[in-house]
């Protein structure tokens, strides 16, 4: 009776990386899609390639899995499904005319590489503080595969829409510029919150399923839209992370609690902040003072 239990677990603990191969097996096809002038079954594949990677970290750590073959495997898988394949989807389906495109793809890819050293070299630094676990330090690569793979979206949606075969959504400047800027902020030091640490208040939380099933019904019927309000609200999120980050590092008494702690502490420091300028202007000072 002990043994089948035993294969059992052996198996589920099997899982995790099983996820991970699949991940890879995703990446890899969609190459196979583009090569054959169909993108959106590649940029599906990729997607597919990003919900796996989302969920083997967390299959594993559910089922005690993790081990360190599973860590290496799932950061090989990082590289080829969000830097080798949107490199070559993109490549192929929008820049194997201009002998630029060839550079700038190259160019993302090798920053996903240095990304993904980066940040594996960090997770063994017992140097950092507390809260840089909250953060990602520059773009993490499946953003980046989201923005290469918007590129794909921008076009096929004008094609929709009727416009011209040519303008700028697809020639060579605008492509050039975009996949040189994400490569670059993927390799930054600008730090990025970490999808985890995003709370959403109890009282919003009726709000924030009417979003989810906007999101479903939008991934259905603009899906190529819906690409581009994911990247630029992950844009729009910088500045915050950075604020962040930076009021975390001004105030090293809250380091030892927990992150709800932190984000509590900051929310009221903001609240407080209109307060004070609002003293400051009329020459008032705080009671005490």
């Known amino acids: 009776m002990i043994k089948p239990r035993v294969r059992r677990t ?8 099983a996820m991970t191969v699949l991940s890879i097996c995703a990446g890899l096809t969609s190459i196979k899609f583009a090569l054959d002038q169909k993108p959106i079954p590649a940029m599906a594949l990729i997607a597919v390639a990003a919900i796996l990677d989302a969920l083997d970290g967390r299959v594993a750590r559910i089922l005690d899995a993790q081990s360190r073959m599973g860590a290496e495997i799932d950061s090989l898988a990082d590289a080829v499904n969000f830097g080798v394949a949107p490199a070559l989807v993109v490549y192929v389906t929008l820049l194997d005319k201009w002998p630029v495109g060839w550079a700038v793809v190259l160019l993302y890819a090798v920053c996903v590489v240095l990304r993904l050293a980066r940040y594996n070299a960090q997770q063994d630094d017992g140097t950092l503080p507390p809260y840089a676990k909250e953060f990602f330090v520059g773009m993490p690569a499946p953003a980046g595969a989201v923005s290469m793979i918007g590129t794909i979206g921008l076009t096929l949606q004008a094609e929709e829409l009727g416009w011209s075969h040519h303008g700028w959504w697809n020639s060579i400047w605008f492509l050039a510029i975009w996949i040189t800027g994400t490569s670059l902020l993927m390799v930054s030091a600008i730090p990025m919150k970490k999808v985890h640490t995003f709370a959403v208040p109890p009282n919003l939380a009726v709000l ?9 019904a939008a991934a259905v019927v603009v899906p ?3 690409i581009w309000v994911i990247i630029i609200a ?15 590092a001004q105030h090293p008494e809250v380091w030892d609690d927990k992150p709800k702690q932190w984000r509590a502490a900051q929310r009221a420091t903001r609240r407080a902040q209109p307060n004070r300028r609002s003293m400051a202007r009329l020459g008032l000072r705080k009671p005490g003072r």
């Open 10 to 17: 052996e198996a589920l603990h099997l899982l995790p990386s």
């Open 208 to 216: 924030l399923l009417a979003v989810v099933a906007l999101v479903a």
């Open 224 to 226: 190529y839209i819906l």
């Open 234 to 248: 992950y844009v729009c999120h910088i500045p915050f992370a950075v604020r962040s980050k930076r009021w975390l």
